[in-house]
């Protein structure tokens, strides 16, 4: 009984946002069994790629990475409610949600699960918009929130700027 309830405790520590604290290299890390991290391929980003005109075009992208490490000595066992297992969301610095990569997918209605081994990975990347077709995100500093959607779900978040694109 004492197990069960350590382990409701470590789950509900990991549901409410696992303390998720920036590491040395910018990444952020969030803490338990299963530690989740989740890093861009920079930290900043121009306003608009040089040349491109974004009436038309799509905006600048950014590369996100979410890994989960299984950080015991056992087999951890994640469920999935559904085909999703992870997401990526870009906020402003207040937190308001602007971009979600999730938002234009369909996924199965299924449980799943999927088994981690003992110091084993599993890593998750995608290509992101900083922005909408010809609205590139303005000027300042963004949070990317990378989340293992298992139950219960686990997030780690970095930031990251949009700065001016140099002048010529």
Known sequence: MKTFFAIVAILAVVQTGCAADADPKGESVAEGPTVV??????????????GVVYIMAPTGRMK???TAKNATDKAQTLEFRSGQKYDFIIRNAKGAELVRWSADKAFMAMIQETEIAAGEQLEFEETIPLGGVGKPLPEGEYILEGVLTSHPPISAKTKFKIVPTPAK
Do not use: I, R
Request: charged fraction near 35%; aromatic fraction near 6%.
């Open 37 to 50: 991290t989740v890093k861009c391929d920079k930290k900043e980003y121009l306003h608009g790629e040089p």
């Open 64 to 66: 996100a990475t979410l």
